[in-house]
């Protein structure tokens, strides 16, 4: 199964997602605030899950786009398949949902997708309900789509703590006296998406909050982790899988009525070139030994 690899320009944040099923090579690309990360792997097969061209010998890539968040937790899993699929290249390509999503529609090569809500994956899916799907988009295998992960929207803090904020109590009360800044993610962001639920929760206007300068964007959820890493900002509301992985200190995490469940849903494209091969990385990523690696950061398995 041979193919050459595919270049593509998507959009100004995408500088270039290796095509499909193909000869390897091994390279590693990192932009921000994307990264692109090609892992070859190389150690006999272990397990059932490998494909019958990687039995073969046939070096197959598999192109996969996947929400920021899952950065650590995807690259520590491609190095554990390695051993299961000796001749399978993954080639990741990490960003906010949204900007995926966009991508995707735009024609770049992708033959798993893994959000971190449910609305970009509605948005590809011909099955979703006609509200959620307006445009009608038919980009995914429905049959394939499941919900892998779950994750948590938590209230981070430098290390420092200056405003001394211990909850989202005290976020809310420091933004309403003009004492605070936060950092949160776009609207296109999931993690921004929470922010919003949240903030309708409390009651709290986002443009007033702009308007008085109390707010910082991040293109994805790895930009609003480094402003808080970093102390630019007082405190940002992120996922706890990565306040985990940056070593950043949570004082709260949100509830469901605050913000509902952070579902992470997966699918293969029906575009792709090789979809046995992106079903056996996404079987794989169910297996026990996956399940461990995205445990230990925060994440809960739904499958």
Do not use: H, W
């Amino acid at each position: 199964m041979k193919k050459k690899l595919a270049s593509l320009l998507a959009t100004s944040l995408i500088v270039m997602t290796l095509g499909g099923c193909g000869t390897a090579k091994t390279t590693e690309t990192t932009t921000e605030p994307e990264k692109t990360t090609e892992v070859t792997t190389e150690a006999e097969n272990t397990t059932e899950a490998i494909t019958e061209s990687g039995k073969t010998g046939d070096a197959v890539t598999v192109t996969v786009f996947a929400a920021a968040s899952m950065t650590e937790t995807l690259d520590e899993i491609a190095e554990n398949y390695k051993a299961v699929a000796p001749n399978v290249t993954l080639v990741f390509n990490y960003d906010s949902s949204g900007t995926l999503k966009t991508q995707i529609e735009e024609g770049a090569t992708c033959d798993l997708f893994i959000s971190a809500a449910q609305k970009q994956m509605d948005q590809l899916d011909i099955s979703a309900d006609e509200e959620k799907n307006p445009d009608k988009l038919d980009f995914i295998d429905s049959a394939t789509r499941i919900n892998l992960l779950e994750n948590q929207v938590v209230l981070a803090v430098p290390a420092d703590n200056k405003a001394g904020i211990n909850s989202y109590d005290d976020m809310v009360a420091g933004l309403k006296d003009k004492k605070i800044m936060l950092a949160m993610g776009n609207e296109d962001v999931p993690v921004g998406q929470y922010t919003k639920k949240i903030f309708d929760f409390y009651g709290l206007k986002e443009d007033e909050l702009v308007k008085d300068g109390l707010i910082t964007y991040g293109s994805n959820v790895k930009e609003v982790t480094t402003q808080v890493s970093e102390g630019t900002v007082d405190c940002g509301i992120i996922y706890s899988t990565d306040a985990y992985s940056a070593g950043l200190q949570t004082v709260d995490t949100a509830t469901k009525g605050m913000c509902g469940q952070v579902i992470y849903p997966a699918a293969v494209l029906k575009n792709s070139s090789c979809a046995k091969e992106a079903q056996a990385f996404l079987d794989y990523l169910k297996t026990d030994e996956s399940k461990a690696v995205f445990e230990k950061v925060g994440f809960t398995p739904l499958n």
